[in-house]
Antibody, heavy 119, light 113 residues
Framework: QVQLVESGGGVVQPGRSLRLSCAASGFTFSSNGMHWVRQAPGKGLEWVAVISHDIRTKYYADSVKGRFSISRDNSKNTLDLQMNGLRAEDTAVYYC????????????WGQGTLVTVSS | DIVMTQSPDSLAVSLGERATINCKSSQSLLYSSNNKNFLAWYQQKPGQPPKLLISWASTRESGVPDRFSGSGSGTDFTLTISSLHAEDVAIYYCQQYFNSPITFGQGTRLEIK
């Protein structure tokens, strides 16, 4: 079955950087678009970024554009999110998620990793 | 950006009764070339990640009980639970995947009356 396991979360000071990773298994990773979606404590879902299966296309939410970068390694079945210039409002659980037949459709989610931005 | 607005924000329904959640998009999610609505519904239980229930506005995912159904087209959509079970207590989100940025509704909290 599909498994998505996020890592790299933690507590970081404002303005610093953090890199999240997601290890995927149970499907043909190189065939699917992949997403990052976040959820601030007690709040709703906010989509962050998507990368196409072939790495050619990336889209970002306005709130993270220019600060965050999504990448993937299809040889290692891994998805990354490089987060620079972190702000308090970036505090959230970050979910790695698998795209569906239409890669904008989010089909399956990992358990998430918590990022806390605080001094 | 496409704005997704759900109603109500919270809902309390008796076990065995029908629950209805509405979702309205600020622009049509119907793609004319394939006549499909780019609208999904997710269920999130406490402490868990969201789970995809319905895609393309009305296509139930494998393993999702048939008491869950989705309907609607264009800008107005509905998630219906025909007979509420205790395990259906959750927050439900609609999401458009018509274009980027992908956007979610604010969520509807469903509780037992």
């Amino acid at each position: 079955q599909v498994q998505l396991v996020e890592s790299g979360g933690g507590v970081v000071q404002p303005g610093r950087s953090l890199r999240l990773s997601c290890a995927a298994s149970g499907f043909t990773f190189s065939s699917n678009g992949m997403h990052w979606v976040r959820q601030a404590p007690g709040k709703g879902l906010e989509w962050v970024a998507v990368i196409s299966h072939d790495i050619r296309t990336k889209y970002y939410a306005d709130s993270v554009k220019g600060r965050f970068s999504i990448s993937r390694d299809n040889s290692k079945n891994t998805l990354d999110l490089q987060m620079n210039g972190l702000r308090a409002e970036d505090t959230a659980v970050y979910y790695c998620a698998k795209g569906g037949d239409n890669y904008f459709l989010i089909e399956c989610w990992g358990q998430g990793t918590l990022v806390t931005v605080s001094s | 950006d496409i704005v997704m607005t759900q109603s109500p924000d919270s809902l309390a329904v008796s076990l065995g009764e029908r629950a209805t959640i509405n979702c309205k998009s600020s622009q049509s999610l119907l793609y004319s070339s394939n006549n499909k609505n780019f609208l999904a519904w997710y269920q999130q239980k406490p402490g868990q990640p969201p789970k995809l229930l319905i895609s393309w506005a009305s296509t139930r995912e494998s393993g999702v009980p048939d008491r869950f159904s989705g309907s609607g087209s264009g800008t107005d959509f509905t998630l219906t639970i025909s007979s509420l079970h205790a395990e259906d207590v959750a927050i439900y989100y609609c999401q458009q995947y018509f274009n980027s940025p992908i956007t979610f509704g604010q969520g509807t909290r469903l509780e037992i009356k």
